[in-house]
């Protein structure tokens, strides 16, 4: 433990450094290379102590409250999700050493509006805030360093402050932090109970009541659930993410809302003791309305971004239901099939770092070739960045579920522990979980359809913009950051074994049971769970054949097609210009058409608006898009319309005599005596 203390003390080293050598060349280098140096320190510790299996590793500081000091542990739970941080961190960093010299040389600042000397000093103390959010074992250290993550990747979205829509996305992103901040903090005051002792031993030896632990659940959800992008919650994120420098984005998507889903496990799986059905059927609910939802926002954008961001509310609702599905499980005692669910969950934490990392990585190796993320200008980028291409091509596909990538073996293993539903004895569970299953399989099925759009319109046809056509292959470096995550995703795909293996400790420790047996490990390729006997996988055998049908159909394919080339201007709407196939070809808005109008116009108010000019009228045709958000017509506008009269209301506070001042003070004095004496009793 002392090892991950003076790491995250040598981050707060390293951004102290950045501040001062800022306006040096040699900053970037410096901020970048140390964080990268230092979180691939604390995750090979942290894999190394999920090897071993050893004792929690533990600290006691003389800091904090006077009563608490800092209590500091990393037990298996820990040291699962310090590796998807700062395997997250080393990613970035190497990508963000790359895309700050790239837009430094080349434009004195970015395109995302930010110029690196903001984002050094801020961007190792996100990492350490996120660290320390992990190790924390009471909860003032725990709201403290959740508190200061917030607070580090807010400045970090005000970085791109000269961008119009950033200064929205930063006031929203504060108030729900200050929310989400609030909820766990009073989440924490009820698990303490009357005792006061605010370390997470002392709250697991006094189990709150039924009443306390559903308030506590309550509060979890919408404390962690807002800062992970639950809906209705999710309001602050598809603006705040793509607002941030890409390297960013990608750490806030990626690896910051599975911080906020370690928060939802630490409480709901270790602190609050035998969990209750319910929990998992709300869990579970609000994961599947998250799932659905999401991805129904994410096809109807056109900014790359923010259709990465809002795929990222989608998979946090895969991995919600995944929870939920454990807690049902658990609370049914049947440990097996809870720690399958949960292993399902933690393999989907891993698996989404890595895509949606690599996805923003490559959102910003385009934003840096064509200076747009509009996916209406782009297109033709396969011939343009062959590279990029190409491992953008395998984020889309692993976090469309397609074998044998790492994002198909996490949607297997959580369809494993759905079918297991005959198990449980309630039957509103069953046909919950019926439900749950359908709406997780039409999530991913219109995730493929996202992401098919996604690189179809930008990677392939042609060039939409004169910048598209004349982007050029980003560094050697941001390939690199893309590369690696791209390599995990089809290592993790093809033998997720040893992976699943490493989280055994994890899975023991919160449901006392692991999903596989020995049977399950011979071979160390094979994966077949236990509560799921006749079922198995086996990813390798899969790569090969997949392999070999591509090879076949693509020899089939030349060996049938014509070897001429054939030139021939195709019909072209009446248009003739220059290249008439690149105007009339498929936009992102009329590829997603078909999807909108099925599901948009109803949940989502969508509406198509033809502006179509009369006969001899040359004005150009107009079709525009208008759609509502249902979480800010029911949630956002109600509460922001109920501050604003509360606010009015307690502005005449100001106006008051210093009588009636004191008179306040002696009431608010008489009314905290009187909570203390009953908390006492």
């Known amino acids: 433990m002392g090892l991950v203390v003076s790491a995250i003390a040598f981050l707060f080293a390293v951004a102290v450094a950045g501040a001062a050598a800022r306006r040096l060349p040699q900053a970037s280098t410096v901020v970048y290379g140390g964080t990268a140096a230092t979180c691939a320190l604390i995750a ?29 542990r990393a037990d298996a739970l820990s040291a699962v999700f310090l590796i998807v941080v700062n395997l997250g961190g080393i990613t970035a960093s190497l990508f963000g050493w790359g895309y700050e010299r790239a837009h430094h040389e080349s434009h004195g600042g970015d395109q ?16 350490a805030g996120m660290n320390m959010v992990l190790i924390a074992a009471d909860a003032f250290t725990f709201l403290l360093s959740w508190e200061f993550m917030s607070l580090a990747s807010w400045l970090l979205v005000l970085s791109t402050h000269r961008e119009p829509d950033t200064p929205k996305a930063a006031r929203l992103y504060l108030l729900m932090a200050s929310f989400g901040t609030a909820c766990l903090l009073l989440a924490f005051g009820v698990l303490a109970t009357a005792h006061g002792d605010y370390s997470f031993a002392a709250i697991r030896a006094h189990a709150p009541d039924a009443g306390a632990a559903a308030l506590v659940v309550v509060l979890i959800l919408l404390g962690a659930g807002s800062k992970a992008g639950l809906v209705p919650l999710h309001v602050w994120l598809p603006l705040a993410h793509p607002a941030a420098p890409s390297h960013v984005s990608a750490l806030m998507s990626g690896v910051m809302t599975k911080v906020a889903v370690y928060a939802m496990i630490r409480v709901l799986f270790d602190l609050l003791g035998e969990p209750e059905w319910w929990w998992g059927g709300v869990t579970m609910g609000f994961g599947a309305l998250t799932a659905v939802m999401g991805v129904l926002y994410a096809l109807m954008q056109d900014d790359v971004k923010r259709l990465l961001a809002y795929s990222t509310v989608e998979n946090i609702g895969a991995i919600a239901i995944a929870l939920g599905l454990a807690l049902v499980f658990k609370a049914a005692h049947t440990p097996v099939i809870a720690a399958l669910a949960l292993a399902a969950a933690l393999l989907h934490v891993v698996n989404h770092s890595l895509f949606k990392s690599l996805l923003f990585f490559a959102a910003g190796a385009m934003l840096t070739a064509t200076g747009s993320r509009d996916l209406n200008r782009l297109g033709g980028l396969i011939h343009r960045m062959p590279t990029t291409a190409v491992l953008a091509l395998i984020g889309a596909a692993a976090i469309s579920a397609l074998p044998p990538l790492n994002g198909f073996v996490g949607e297997w293993l959580l369809f494993q522990a759905i079918l297991n539903a005959p198990a449980l004895s309630e039957w509103s569970l069953k046909i919950e979980i019926a439900v749950v299953g359908a709406a997780l399989a039409l999530a991913t099925a219109l995730a493929g359809a ?27 470096a941001m390939r690199l950051g893309m590369a690696v995550p791209a390599v995990l995703c089809v290592v993790l795909g093809v033998l997720p074994t040893p992976l699943i293996r490493l989280f055994e400790p994890a899975l023991r420790l919160l449901v006392e049971a692991g999903p596989f047996d020995g049977r399950s490990y011979q071979p160390w390729f094979w994966l077949a769970p236990t509560s799921a006997i006749g079922n198995s996988y086996n990813g390798l055998i899969m790569l090969v054949v997949i392999a070999l049908l591509s090879v076949v159909l693509v020899l089939g394919i030349h060996r049938k097609a014509s070897d001429r080339v054939r030139w021939s201007i195709p019909w072209g709407c009446g248009f003739d210009g220059p290249d008439p196939a690149a105007v009339t070809q498929y936009t992102a808005s009329s590829f997603g058409q078909p999807i909108r109008r099925a599901f948009g116009s109803t949940v989502f108010r969508a509406r198509d608006h033809v502006d179509m000019p009369a006969p001899g009228d040359t004005r150009p045709a107009r079709l525009s898009v208008t759609w509502t958000d249902p979480a800010w017509v029911v949630v956002v506008e109600p509460l922001a319309r109920a501050v604003g009269w509360l606010a009015e209301k307690a502005n005449r506070l100001q106006f008051l005599t210093i009588r009636r001042y004191l008179t306040l003070m002696f009431l608010a004095l008489v009314v905290l005596l009187v909570m203390v004496a009953v908390t006492q009793r």
């Open 44 to 72: 090979l510790w942290a894999a190394l102590r999920l090897a071993e299996g050893g004792p929690d590793a533990t600290l006691v500081l003389p800091v904090g409250l006077p009563w608490v000091q800092a209590h500091l």
């Open 112 to 127: 995302d509006g930010h110029k690196e000397g903001p984002v050094l000093p801020l961007y190792p103390l996100f990492l």
């Open 450 to 476: 996202c992401f098919v759009r996604l690189y179809g319109i930008a990677f392939l046809g042609r060039p939409r913009s004169r910048a598209a056509g004349e982007a050029v292959e980003v560094g050697r």
